[in-house]
Nanobody, 118 residues
């Protein structure tokens, strides 16, 4: 299903930074809207940030001003730069690739764990 692969998670201290990477293997990657979701223990999956094919970005209010989403179409990657991390950012972060053509062109990664600890 052309599943994307996340990397870059790990242990980070409050106030620190991480950069997550999502690597896609889809044909016509440049036409996909790329999104980052996260799911903390006991909570539902939350959309964190998205970047459309035209570069338009959206953010959850909980991360706006701290996180930055970007993409490099030449190597089929999308990034989430996480700055000023707080304990509430701890979650499994998932990458989603959405062609906008229904479920047959919507792919999820397996996730990467972000742990926040002093």
């Amino acid at each position: 299903q052309a599943q994307p692969v996340e990397s870059g998670g790990g242990l980070v201290q409050p106030g620190g930074s991480l950069r997550l990477t999502c690597t896609a293997s889809t044909i016509a990657f440049e036409y996909y809207s790329m999104k980052w979701y996260r799911q903390a223990p006991g909570k539902g999956r939350e959309m964190v940030a998205s970047i459309a094919d035209d570069g338009h970005k959206t953010y959850s209010p909980s991360v706006e001003g701290r996180f930055v989403i970007s993409r490099d179409n030449s190597i089929q990657q999308v990034y989430l730069q996480m700055n000023d991390i707080v304990p509430e950012d701890a979650a499994v972060y998932y990458c989603n690739a959405d062609r906008g053509l229904g479920d047959s062109r919507n792919y999820w990664g397996q996730g990467t764990q972000v742990t926040v600890s002093s």
